[in-house]
């Protein structure tokens, strides 16, 4: 979505865009909550590695950041948190984690995991200073977040152990485990659950109907956020398979709130 | 803030406006973070009640009603949710907690919060099939939630067992616990930490300063969000106390993300 | 251990035993905290489920059970428990799970889960009630908590989706998601962290050392806990792989206490 | 208890008692669950402090530590351990906490808590160096924890805040907040569930009962643990509060098992 808006803010956007990354049933469900599953997924194919005890540092407390620090914690890893925005940065501090920079904890940690959307996060020197078989993911963006380009020096020598694992040997017999050449752990190394992939799809799907449909003039070259009734219909077409049973509003309360009956229940920012 | 968009909505708003309450630091620190700690707290100085193993139904799953239900289900309670609106019934679904009406689990619940913001959320019916020692509290809006004018009848005794806590007792004996007349508990019954009243008084008074400030036109007879900069700038402030360490972004980085060194790191329609 | 002790009950053991999996060491890490992420680990490698939301039901609430319901709760599953000692079951109360029989939610749950080291505690009448795509597997003892014999019968049929994946199918199209064969999840479809692995052999090993040195005459032929000493040398050995630092005791506070400065520190019968 | 076995020990103990303070239901209700309950709510009382962030160390990781971690925990806290028995240590590990010798954090904590059973394990030269508005308080044994005797020195000054709370305060200005003078926080500052009382004082009447009707000769002058059985009774006399149904054994259940249908489920020595 980051790109959408670049190229909206360039003039370069020649087609009216739905942002449906930052909608609220993406957010929240293919970030949060299936990446809560994956992380831990993905490290136990991968490597059958030990969650209670560990030291872990996540680097990003973004909507994946918070699901892969839930997940570790609940499973009795010591987590860390790097984060540049203040905002993150509190609420992982409310929520418990210790909020450091990457050099005060790189040389301690297990296994350390990129959720920034960022590039050059975790960079060579950082590399250098890990312990004996720490574990390095992505769980970000791309390929970016862990400059893996300055692993292929001849000093070091890759050796792969299994599919998407690789240890990377340095002079000294030091070991570094990285996972799928730093690309997406969730989706190299883990699964996506049906359920997932149901909400994403149907958001999409409906993102492109309402562009096809919508009277000449409702949408111009711009980035736009799907209206929140569709959120909604999305959220509502998914609750029956957890038989969960949704109240309805009175007339005298949908008065009161100055809503419709049948939504939308939320204002267009909420998230 | 519903109450001024109502307002703005009308052609009455006279002056600009700040909507503080749906900024991130109001609504993640003095909602989510501050209920997760005052429900417990606010229980606890009423009735002495012990959380392990009750039955506990929240309606509304809003931050505040979050906030409760996390916290209660740390503590060892079974917590089942009512919601209207799809996206937060879906969120409370993947939180591990069964959506129902409030009818299917009146009858078995030892203790019944409101969390809404709506009025007559619940009401003399309910109240009526409520358990003998059944809790009733108020964390939501206002006095509005709970239908308390509908026990003020002939067939019903009061008795005021301290402050705060009433007993309504039915012509068959049955009891229940009335928390501060139906108004707030956090408020009534609780303290609020002085963390969070500077997050929301620095907040607010940043947003006095910021509409005092504005040049003439910027701001119109509306109502506004903070302005993200000023929320991340908020934040910032609140981060030593935790011994909280921010990581910059480097110049390479903030080209790649787009986005200046010192913030503002999210688009304004974040939270 | 059970059948070392109906062994010896019936006179009928020939040399001296340890119950090496009653000591602390092995009832907490092999089975408390190493299935707390084996069930999670085990259900995702054979059916990939999304654990938020989902309804579970596990049986008996030991070590392996309490592992696994906090694991799925902490996923955001909604997990009922069964149990036939009274002890046990007011812990699943107080860890706010719903103390259930089996058939009161046999019908709407998406996973069941037995531990509970007995026979028959899933029957073929249980199978017949379950929902369609109902997934079932044991994580408690040996093949027997499962009657899988009572599935191979002609009218239903059998197809194995994958190794270790069975879909059982009712004459009406029901399937059942049935694991391993109904034997143990953990040892068949997960692995078993070396971590793990490590503490339970030393404990064996150090359990057959005590038999092969012990004088003459200190054991008779008859099952014995591990001396506390021991169990809790096997503890110190792995705290630093965690980097932990354990205090000591002063001289005076081992006086006040009555304990030996190098333990053992608890009673013999601490569990 | 532990002053029972030391009575015993050395032949001074004239009657037969019962140590019904290691009975699970004493251990785990009125330690476990109910110190997880009263640690929040006797800090609240006495201070309003915030929990969300803050750095906290407990010294101790028994029944009562792993309650007041796991609430601190749930509640956003950082929260460090101190430990003398490395099984304790090694839980604590694998529950999440880092487990450190005090003067390693001493500095730093926001919150100091003591539940070893010891003695003078916070001592004058740990409060010399903790932070400025640093609470300490005890949850464990008697008043002996803290060395309160140590604040009662000419250069330091008192000031009583309110009920149960002083400010010690040090030449340079410097306070901590010293909760219920170094006495029981959870007896002081805290209310005690009836549910736990009664789980508590059925106990205790048992074994009063089982030692009164007891056969001449069955108990000498020792210390006993309460039969499992009656363990067992105190607890299945309290499910029905919780509306907990029990499973009941089949009859060839019970045979395959080894056990009783109507108990004792598990051996004496379970804890």
Redesign the interface.
């Known amino acids: 979505a980051?790109g959408l808006?670049?190229l909206s803010?360039a003039g370069k956007l020649c087609v009216p865009a739905m942002n449906v990354n930052?909608s609220?049933?993406k957010q929240?469900?293919d970030n949060l909550?299936?990446c809560?599953?994956s992380i831990?997924?993905g490290l136990?194919?991968t490597t059958?590695?030990?969650?209670?005890?560990k030291?872990v540092v996540v680097c990003g407390y973004g909507e994946v950041g918070k699901g892969c620090c839930?997940?570790l914690?609940?499973?009795?890893?010591?987590v860390y948190v790097?984060?540049?925005?203040?905002?993150c940065?509190?609420?992982?501090?409310?929520?418990?984690?210790?909020?450091?920079?990457?050099n005060?904890v790189i040389r301690?940690v297990d296994i350390v995991i990129t959720c920034t959307?960022?590039?050059?996060v975790v960079v060579r020197e950082y590399l250098d200073r890990m312990k004996n078989g720490c574990i390095v993911c992505n769980m970000g963006h791309s390929n970016?977040e862990i400059d893996v380009a300055s692993l292929r020096t001849p000093e070091l020598t890759w050796e792969r152990v299994r599919s998407q694992v690789d240890h990377v040997i340095w002079p000294d017999g030091k070991r570094i485990v990285l996972l799928a050449e730093g690309r997406l752990l969730n989706l190299s190394c883990?699964?996506v659950?049906?359920?997932?992939l149901s909400i994403t799809a149907t958001t999409q799907a409906l993102a492109l109907i309402e562009l096809y449909n919508a009277p000449e003039g409702r949408y111009k070259q711009d980035v736009y956020?799907l209206p929140k009734k569709m959120?909604?219909?999305v959220?509502?077409l998914?609750?029956p398979?957890?038989?969960?049973?949704?109240?309805?509003?009175?007339d005298?309360?949908a008065k009161?709130?100055?809503l419709n009956k049948n939504?939308p229940?939320?204002?267009n920012?909420?998230?």
């Open positions: 980051g808006y670049q803010k930052d609220v049933t929240k469900f909550y299936c809560r599953e831990l997924d136990k194919r059958d590695v030990m969650f209670g005890g030291q839930a997940a914690k609940a499973m009795g890893s010591i790097t984060e540049i925005d203040p905002i940065a509190l609420q992982a501090c409310m929520d418990g984690f210790r909020l450091v920079k990457l005060e301690q959307g960022n590039k050059n970016t883990s699964t659950p049906t359920f997932v956020l959120d909604e219909y959220a509502s998914h609750l398979t957890f038989d969960a049973h949704l109240t309805e509003l009175s005298e309360q009161y709130l100055g939504g229940f939320k204002p920012y909420y998230r």
